[in-house]
Every structure is written in structure tokens, then in C-alpha cells.
């Protein structure tokens, strides 16, 4: 593995089974020693901890700071106040997507954008060129993710009045004594948090939420983990649903909002931003969407297996997990738009696995998101 990244963490990851692999750059704990299907199921109905930190962070700082993220995200960032983010994309002039990202209003002429592995950084960086506003990459802050039911529980004993902190929601605080930025996010489906901390927090902090927390049930969960939620919740995880790694024979790399179930990202109202008029132009031009399948059998399907209706093959699968909690095998898929309505019979056919299959809307998990976005 070369990574150009330091996790603060990597100790803590080997200590616990992981050899770090490689994610956006960072030693990331793809598995520990122990079963995914534990970690699932400590998210699912307690907490678990995971180091999301291979994440990108970069501040936007300067008056021209909301100007530059509205013209190269699809959020109309005027309406965020200090305290408030939100989900957004980006897009390339084509009108494809090139990254998604979180964006945090700090105060009124900085924000925060935390992104994964696409070109944010880049489109971010060249955008400021001319203007006045300075991008900063900030690779000290790491990202300790609390995920689960338990969550607002546990931290509420340390943070008074978090259990009031709206979803998409931010504030500044101390956590064991370290400063922290606790944000009401993550990547699970669940209701969770995000601490935002200095590298030299991470390790004290990641340690006192495992020891404080055992009692809860509170576990530590590794990266693949997300992969078993995000299929479940219906989160898309670039490039791993996208034709960069799927290519579309003949065309170029990229898809639509439309096609992978993102259209919601754009701000109503908004036209003005990059490649929007090739957004619109696309709409109704889709070549697939994204839909969940679920099979007939308690196997996993595997990224890449086919889909077929009789002869004819409607798509793929583009990630799988089965749930013990629920009995279920469930995916991701990419299939033919007449084929993303549910209910429709087909066959899954992989390298490893042949089994009846259903279309099935998304998300499998609690479709009207009120775990994540409850009140009390």
C-alpha cells in the first residue's frame, strides 16, 4: 500500500486485525478481525465508531467563497446559515457527475466541503483562480464517525444540548476535553454524528468513546461496514456505482443526476451552475437508473453480476450485502429505465451465484429516512 496520507489512527486500526488498505490516499481499515455482520448489526440497533477520515477536507475562506461554491455545486449555498450544511454535487460541463460532497457554512465568508474520491478538490481549486477566496486542504483534521441509535445517547452525556441539534446541522464544542466540530451526519442511513477533531485528538478521543461507550455496546466498525448500510439506505459511493468503474461501451465516462438518483441535489430554481444546462438537456435521456434488486437467496450478489430477463441482460449489480438481521440479500444495481420499477421478475447470474431475483424500490431501509432525520 502507498498512501500519501497520514491517519493518526493506523495503530489503533492494526491493533484491531486491519492491514490499511488504500482510500482516496489514507491507510483506511477496510476489515478488523472481526465479523462485518457484528459491526453491521452494532450500527443497525447501537453504535458503532468508524474513521472516516480518507474523506477530503478543504476550507473556503474569503468573500467570494459562497460565489465559488454556487457556481460549481448544484446547492444553492446562499440560503446555508453558520451552523447548517447540506449534500451536493458536482458536475463537468458535459452535465455528468465528477464528485458529491458535503458543504458546511462556518461562518459568513467561510465553509467547510468534505469529499471523496472525485475531482472536488481540483474543480475547487481551479474555481479560485482570480478570485477572492483562499482554498485551504486541511489533512490534520480527522473524522471520528458515531453512527447508530445509541449515538445521540451516548454523546449527549458529554455534549449538553446535542440531542437538539437539527439534522445537516453543525456546531462547535469540546469533547473530552479536545475542541471538536460535531456535525448531525454520515453515511449509514442512521442517526449519527461526525467529530471533527485535530490528528492529535484523534487517538485519545476514538479510545474514550470505545471505553466509555462498551457498555452501550458501543464497537468499533471498519470501512466495508458502510458498504452493507449504503446498500441498505440507498448511498451512492463514487466511483463504485458509476461507469468510471462500469464504462458504457462506445460512450464516455460519466452519468446524469437523472440516472443515478441524485436530480434531488439541485436546488430548485437553480440554473446557474456548472454544467447545468447539460443537466436539464439530459432529463428524460436516461440510458439507466440506479434500483435495488433483492434475490431470492441468502447469498450476497457480487459487484458486476448480471441481470437478465430471459435473453436479455437489463443490467448489473453494482454492490450486494445480506442482512442477518432482516434475512434478507439485497443490491444496488444499474439497470434498463423500463426495468426500475418494482416488482419485476429477473435472474441474477454472476461468476459465483444464480438465483430468481426482484426489482425492488430504494431505500430497503426505513424508505421515509425518519432514523436519521427524528426529532427527539
Known sequence: MTSWRISALADRHRALGSNLGDWNGMGTAW?????????????????GLMDVSGLKKMHLVGPHAEALLNQATTRNVSKLYPGKSVYACMLNEAGKFIDDCVIYRISPNAFMVVHGAGQGHEILTRGALGRNVA??????????????????????????????LPYFHHMHTTLF???????RTGYTGERGYEIFCKAADAPAIWDKVLAEGKAMGIVPCSFTTLDWLRVESSLMFYPYDNSDMYPMEGEPIGDTLWELGLDFTVS????????AAEHYRLQGK???KIFGVELQQ??????G?????????????TCGMVSRLTQRSMAIARLDPAYAVPGRALELRGAALTCAATTASLPFDDPQKTKRTAKD
Do not use: C
Not at 472481526?34 to 453504535?47: K, N, P, S, V
Not at 476535553?177 to 456535525?183: F, I, N, R, T
Not at 441468502?298 to 459487484?303: D, F, G, P, T, V
Open 135 to 164: 482554498v485551504l486542504f486541511d489533512d490534520d483534521l480527522h473524522d471520528l464517525s458515531l453512527q447508530g441509535p445509541l449515538a445521540v445517547n451516548f454523546l449527549e452525556q458529554f455534549v449538553p444540548g446535542l440531542r437538539q
Open 31 to 47: 476489515t478488523y478481525a472481526a465479523d462485518l455482520a457484528d459491526e453491521h448489526e452494532a450500527i443497525r440497533t447501537r453504535a
Open 286 to 288: 436516461e440510458r439507466f
Open 268 to 275: 430548485p430554481g437553480k440554473t446557474e451552475f456548472r454544467g
Open 298 to 303: 441468502l447469498e450476497a450478489a457480487q459487484a
Open 177 to 183: 476535553g479536545a475542541p471538536v466540530m460535531l456535525s
Open 305 to 317: 453480476d448480471g441481470l437478465w430477463d430471459g435473453d436479455r441482460k437489463v443490467g448489473f449489480v
